[in-house]
Nanobody, 118 residues
Framework: QVQLQEAGPGLVKPSQTLILTCSVF??????????FMWIRQSPGKGMEWMGA???????YGGPSFRGRMSISRDPANNQITLLLTSMTPEDTAVYYC??????????WGQGTQVTVSS
């Protein structure tokens, strides 16, 4: 069974950069045909897909995050990393890492709370 575990600072100040990691247990982050994505849920809102890194290494993101988001992977540590710059209070959310194959999500992390406040 594959497990995903997100980790991050919890609290960031406005204008700072957020870095979250997703540690993967039970399979490789480079496994064929498995993509990883970041999804968040802000207070009172639905789930928002942010972006993904495909098993090929190609990355793509939602238009709301272009220019301030990057997703990468570290095979040596078996982690997926999310970097989000210029944080604002509107970025306060629970951030989830998920894994999918053939367009179906098969694994979720437990989520990590990120609060943006001075």
């Amino acid at each position: 069974q594959v497990q995903l575990q997100e980790a991050g600072p919890g609290l960031v100040k406005p204008s700072q950069t957020l870095i979250l990691t997703c540690s993967v247990f039970g399979d490789s982050v480079t496994a064929d045909n498995y993509d990883f994505m970041w999804i968040r849920q802000s207070p009172g809102k639905g789930m928002e897909w942010m972006g993904a890194i495909k098993w090929t290494g190609h990355t793509y993101g939602g238009p709301s995050f272009r220019g301030r988001m990057s997703i990468s992977r570290d095979p040596a540590n078996n982690q997926i990393t999310l970097l989000l710059t210029s944080m604002t209070p509107e970025d306060t959310a629970v951030y989830y890492c998920a894994r999918d194959t053939n367009w179906a999500v098969v694994d979720w992390g437990q989520g990590t709370q990120v609060t943006v406040s001075s």
